[in-house]
């Protein structure tokens, strides 16, 4: 088992618990929670996760559907209900981490999410960082409906040139996920092959191969990254090519 970190050895877990439910700083009680979330068992956890979605500091509602979420399991109704209301926080960090607990957790309320998610990545002011989690959070995603696909792909299309990375990498790894989705976007799709991030051209070739779509410009596209001068990148491009019945 490896050590428990310094911040949090200095008390039992069930010191911590007492701390989450009676401590009046937000601080502590935040802190209270980190080391339920790192010490306890995963029905503790849970427990005390579901206790902490009502506190009235947003940051630690959103560490807590964040807790569950990460549990991936389904959730008992009490729970589920206060993380369906969480949907309409006014902070966004316990929106988005609720949203994402719904998904992760096989609710049959996740039709609730993708309205959530979408207002996020429409907002001019939604930070990098979010806007890459919240791509991920479509990967993740066990299956998308049809006419969530049709509002996500222009989304998806407006983040192909982005300048940071982390948001062209999370984009791309939404169309290796889902290859359906680049029938419609080919054209936009090729020059990220040239893409300057190795993760990005290393995606898009995955896409491409998983996606069937046997196209003389795709086919040329994926033949020059099977040269390129990263091995990875260049090994699933080679490996796509296979796919597609090309060598």
Known sequence: MPPIPKPFASQSIS??????????SPEQRLRALQAIGLLGSPDEIA???????RDSDSTIRA?????????RRP????PETLILSLLQDSDPDTRFESARALLRTRSNRSDAVTPILFAFLDEEET?????????NTFVEAESIPGPVVS????????????????????????????PALCESCTDHLLPLLDDSEPVVREQIALAFG?????SEKIREGLRIASQDEDTEVARVAAEALQRLGQS
């Open 63 to 71: 560490l807590a559907a964040k807790l569950i979420g990460g549990l």
């Open 210 to 214: 998983k996606s069937g779509i046997n």
């Open 47 to 53: 427990q005390w996760a579901t206790h902490a979605l």
């Open 15 to 24: 010191d911590w618990m007492t701390q989450l439910q009676k401590d009046d």
């Open 127 to 135: 930070q990098p960082l979010m806007v890459a989690a919240i791509l």
């Open 151 to 178: 509002e996500l792909i222009p989304r998806l299309l407006r983040f192909i040139e982005h300048d940071r990375a982390e948001v062209r990498e999370a984009n791309s790894a939404v169309f290796a996920k889902w």
């Open 75 to 78: 959730v008992p109704a009490e």
